[in-house]
């Protein structure tokens, strides 16, 4: 299960391997390895390893031998939870670039919706003063109305169908 690099042996991991197949986290490493700050750290933590770490590794491998087989338990628990986090989020799998844009339509529907809805009573409201005729406040002030109940039926209707349709999925549900 270790790799061996240049004459030392490199243990691996099936959970870290499984995260790093993830798009997202391949693609931040890949992000963090390329930026000057994450290489500056990159740096500063294999030179703290080489300094402090790697030296008293050898008088953990008699301990290690014994705990060992619970690491690698742990593991393979880590693994088959990610393998269950795959089956239930499949999005995990797609591209950055693909979530990136699902994600920024996400967050943009509230101002998207809002814009058509604007629109949507514009146009109400230019049919409705072409259908009062004349210019002027009165004509405005009905075509203000009419709109207002134009609107307002429509909504009513909208949340009508919405109530119909939870109603119908309670019945299935019982």
Avoid: C
Avoid at 50 to 58: S, W
Avoid at 103 to 112: E, I, N, S, T
Avoid at 116 to 142: C, M, N, Q, R, W
């Amino acid at each position: 299960m270790a790799a061996q690099v240049n004459g030392e042996v490199h243990p691996s991991s099936a959970t870290l391997s499984h995260l790093t197949g993830y798009p997202v986290v391949s693609d931040g490493i890949a992000y963090f390895k390329g930026n000057p700050y994450g290489q500056k750290s990159i740096e500063l933590g294999d030179s703290a390893f080489k300094t402090f770490a790697k030296p008293v590794i050898p008088y953990f491998t008699k301990p290690y031998q014994y705990v060992s087989p619970y690491v690698k338990k742990a593991d393979l628990i880590g693994n088959d939870a990610l393998t269950k986090i795959d089956e239930h989020v499949p999005a995990l799998k797609k591209p950055t670039s693909e979530l990136w844009a699902d994600g920024k339509d996400f967050a943009l529907l509230p101002v998207r919706k809002g814009l058509e809805t604007k629109d949507h009573v514009i146009d109400i409201y230019s049919s409705e003063y072409k259908k009062v005729g004349g210019d002027g406040l009165v004509a405005s002030g009905k075509a203000l109305v009419s709109t207002g109940l134009v609107v307002t039926s429509e909504a009513l209707a909208w949340i009508g169908e919405l109530l119909k349709s939870g109603k119908v999925q309670a019945k299935e549900v019982n």
